[in-house]
């Protein structure tokens, strides 16, 4: 097989979370562990992070890979899902897996994977644990898929732990109180392997002091170390200054991922940084300062508040819960436009509701659709969003979409594009 009917042979065989939702999901670790023993337990043969939480644990991820890079460390990158191509899931360096390795993998391993028949995401956890032990990277950063302490990537020890922040999402599979998600993400927590939390939460605070507490590991919570001072944007850079509340420092970074929100994931990412210290790595000022400063273009990540088109302004952002979106209209709100134009798709198996009743009446939304089966109707999502007094069109695919408000919209307009990870991924100019 080539490489298109290797993926294509992997969608067919395998059940894909992305596609098909909570059914998709494994919740033991049994089918990873046996894929592991199977490969000869790669993850043990590299130093790791492993990086959780409901929001920012991508670009968090993609922060710390970069800065490591710049440090000069072969810095291996796991995240889901892909926008584009599945090559973007597994990286050194910013450099994607050869397609080459992935035929050769499901060759290698297929009647394995024909007798175990695992999850899409499990087969690609042995996937890219192998790749990274026989690369001989020096360390990776893991982002879980989903939770925490199911989670497929949850079979490594890392050198420490991350988790972003805590809101609702997957409240079919993780809870729907934040305590109980909490817990859920608290599970990535290992014996006396140090955990950091970028924010603190007060209904997440004790659940993660306890499971720490319990595992005899150091935990530092990164909002009462660093405060953000000021925030803004400047020729396509955000420009972030902290202030490091111990020493009464300024620390001032320039980041090519502008939403403001990325704030709160640079707390996380900078305490993080103070932990891999104490874990024996050199990594010094100007590292730090590169490695976020040129984020992008060391790792090539997409989708987080991604300038497409100047006049107008068009971002698109993969937020896809309510946290993220809020995040999102306050980062909206540093911008100057006359008119502002929402191009919106949700997947159906999530309660949106919160979502369009914080959304502004006075934009002018256009609704679309994704995809992948589990894309809500566009008709329906119009339908639904009319009871918040949201009114817009429906246009099903995002491309048709995005051309029809470019001629529309004038050049001091903004346009907005998200809603769901897959209808970014859509996007052809991406």
């Not at 644990?129 to 982002?143: G, L, R």
């Amino acid at each position: 097989m080539n490489y298109q009917e290797t993926i294509d042979y992997l969608y067919q065989l395998l059940p894909v979370f992305h596609r098909e939702g909570k059914k998709a999901f494994k919740a033991d670790l049994k089918n990873t562990l046996a894929i592991c023993e199977h490969l000869g337990n790669p993850q043990h043969k590299f130093k790791s992070i492993h990086v959780g939480g409901t929001n920012g644990k991508g670009s968090s991820s993609h922060f710390l890979a970069s800065i490591l890079q710049e440090a000069g460390y072969k810095t291996g990158l796991y995240t889901s899902p892909h926008l584009k191509s599945f090559t973007e899931r597994i990286r050194i360096n910013g450099k994607p897996i050869p397609e080459e390795e992935v035929v050769a993998y499901v060759e290698r391993n297929k009647s394995f994977i024909v007798d175990l028949r695992p999850s899409f995401f499990e087969c690609t956890v042995g996937l890219a644990f192998e790749y990274f032990a026989s690369q001989k990277v020096d360390i990776a950063i893991i982002e879980v898929g989903l939770g925490g302490r199911l989670d497929s990537t949850n079979v490594i020890t890392p050198e420490m732990s991350l988790i972003t922040n805590i809101s609702f999402d997957h409240t079919d599979i993780l809870g729907n109180t934040i305590a109980q998600i909490s817990t859920e993400k608290a599970g990535i927590i290992k014996p006396q392997v140090p955990v950091v939390i970028s924010q603190k939460q007060d209904e997440a605070e004790q659940v993660f002091i306890q499971k720490a507490s319990s595992n005899n590991s150091l935990i530092s919570f990164a909002s009462d170390k660093y405060e953000l001072n000021e925030y803004s944007v400047c020729e396509g850079f955000a420009q972030f200054i902290f202030k490091k509340v111990s020493a009464n420092e300024e620390i001032h970074l320039k980041s090519q991922l502008i939403g403001k929100y990325q704030s709160d994931n640079l707390k996380g990412v900078l305490d993080s940084i103070e932990v891999l210290k104490t874990r024996g790595f050199e990594i010094d000022k100007t590292a730090v300062e590169r490695g976020v400063s040129s984020v992008v273009t060391n790792t090539g990540l997409k989708g987080r508040w991604q300038t497409l088109n100047d006049k107008p302004k068009v971002v698109c952002d993969t937020g896809h819960n309510l946290a993220g979106m809020e995040e999102n209209l306050n980062t909206l709100q540093k911008y100057q436009f006359k008119q502002l134009w929402m191009i919106l798709g949700f997947v159906s198996d999530k309660d949106i509701s919160g979502i369009l009743a914080l959304l502004p009446k006075s934009a002018n939304f256009v609704f679309c659709q994704a995809e992948v089966p589990r894309a809500m109707n566009a008709t329906e999502l119009q339908q639904l969003a009319s009871q918040f007094q949201l009114e817009g069109i429906v246009i099903p695919n995002v491309n048709d979409a995005l051309n029809w408000v470019l001629s529309k919209a004038k050049p001091d307009d903004f346009v907005y594009i998200g809603g769901s990870t897959f209808v970014v991924a859509g996007i052809d100019d991406l």
